[in-house]
Nanobody, 120 residues
Framework: VQLVESGGGLVQAGGSLRLSCAAS????????GVWYRQTPGAQREWVAS???????NYADSVKGRFAISRDTAKNTVYLQMNSLKPEDTAVYLC???????????????WGQGTQVTVSS
């Protein structure tokens, strides 16, 4: 299984983007999902999390602007990003706990990332 992110791109400051994270093949469920971001030369930064029960948490830098959600029917995790700032520019990566089959173990996977660039 691979996680595939999409939805990144170039946007002006103040604009919005919605990132998606989906499995590359049919799976039973995505239990929890996390979005990270990374810029060249910097450590990977945690952005937002959603756990299996649906509770969400956000980094202070994005709280009130970003929203993480999960569509259990589509087995997809989303990151809605509003009021984007130039400092949000980064590669955004998805990390998720996946159960491939109804009786299978939960395993964690990383996506390859999608570039988000916010111009001033």
């Amino acid at each position: 299984v691979q996680l595939v992110e999409s939805g990144g791109g170039l946007v002006q400051a103040g604009g919005s983007l919605r990132l998606s994270c989906a499995a590359s093949e049919s799976i039973f469920s995505i239990n929890a999902g996390v979005w990270y971001r990374q810029t060249p030369g910097a450590q990977r930064e945690w952005v937002a999390s959603i756990v299996s029960g649906g509770a969400t948490n956000y980094a202070d830098s994005v709280k009130g602007r970003f929203a993480i959600s999960r569509d259990t029917a589509k087995n997809t995790v989303y990151l809605q990003m509003n009021s984007l700032k130039p400092e949000d520019t980064a590669v955004y990566l998805c990390y998720a706990d996946i159960r491939k089959t109804v009786s299978g173990r939960v395993r964690s996977y990383w996506g390859q990332g999608t570039q988000v660039t916010v111009s001033s």
